[in-house]
């Protein structure tokens, strides 16, 4: 076939002035964030049974552990938020939910067991557990630590590897998609969760390689073209790679895809977390980081590295 790979459809060169549509991106980018915050404001973010507390079951069934029944069980019971996921062997599952309000948890507990033991016979209950919302929040507290300090480390390593205004350009890039992506989440109401933070963790990597690729075709440039204006630098680079970029985020939106749409309820707010988080940060590294390095400016005296000489050995002309 003449068009396949289909590869062969995207252009080999392009010529974008991404770096003149910067002042509109940047107004998109003011209101998305002042969206998002004012939606933590108001509305808060939906919490699941990690951060507000409730109840966890382990279980061993006869048989293979069916979740989606179990996890119907607990719903037809008024179990609010029910979760339920494998747990080692095939046979073992844990169950994790809050209590319908106004029931107590023991009793919440026994119900649960004696309508499982009813529903599934032979099942045995291994461990139960009650967590309140002090052990919840100690969770949350150390998810948003685990957030800061993998944002700080990306400071530190961007910094050491290029130039500081590349790291501030990079991290207020990380926590625009983090505020965008939370934003979203709270706006949509979706449930979050530990693996939300998870999620979140992935979305920083993801974006945090699309900058340093970003980065490194501007430094190549930068050496190549001394005397070239760095709006036109950036423009430059980021067509070179645009080709990349496009592989690279669709290959990993189809990949998601299949999870979004047939995962079912139980691992949807987690791969929508990643899904919006891999667009917002191919978007944050062109019109937020690059940006922040155009008005800053960078350091075009530093000279190329010299090739290391052994003692006494010379080099062929």
Known sequence: MKFWPLIRLLPKETHFRFVSFAPYAAVVSALAVIASITSFALLGLNFGTDFRGGTQIAIQTPGPAALGQLRAALGQM???????????????????????????????????????????????????????????????????????????????????????????????????????????????????????????????????????????????????????????????????????????????????????FLGGPTIFPVVFAMVFGIVVGTYSSIYVALPVILLWGVNRSEEEAQPIRPMGARLNP
Do not use: C
Request: net charge neutral; proline share 3%.
């Open 78 to 260: 008024g179990a609010k938020d029910p979760q339920v996921s494998s747990f080692g062997a095939a046979n073992a599952a844990v169950l994790r939910f809050e209590p319908a309000p106004g029931v107590n948890p023991a009793n919440a507990v026994a119900a649960v067991e004696a309508q499982i033991q009813k529903e599934f016979p032979g099942t045995k209950v291994t461990d139960e557990e009650v967590f309140g919302a002090k052990v919840s929040g100690e969770l949350f507290r150390g998810g948003l630590l685990a957030l800061g300090s993998a944002i700080g480390l990306m400071l530190l390593y961007i910094w050491f590897r290029f130039q500081l205004q590349f790291g501030l350009g990079a991290v207020i890039a990380l926590a625009h998609d983090i505020i965008l992506t939370m934003g979203a989440l709270s706006i949509l109401h979706i449930e979050f969760s530990m693996p939300s933070i998870a999620a979140l963790l992935t979305v920083i990597g993801y974006s945090m390689n699309e900058k340093v690729i970003s980065f490194d075709r501007l430094r190549e440039n930068l050496k190549k073209h001394r005397s070239m204006a760095l709006a036109d630098i950036i423009n430059l680079s980021e067509n070179e790679r645009l080709s990349r970029t496009l592989i690279t985020g669709s290959t990993a939106l189809l990949a998601l895809s299949g999870m979004l």
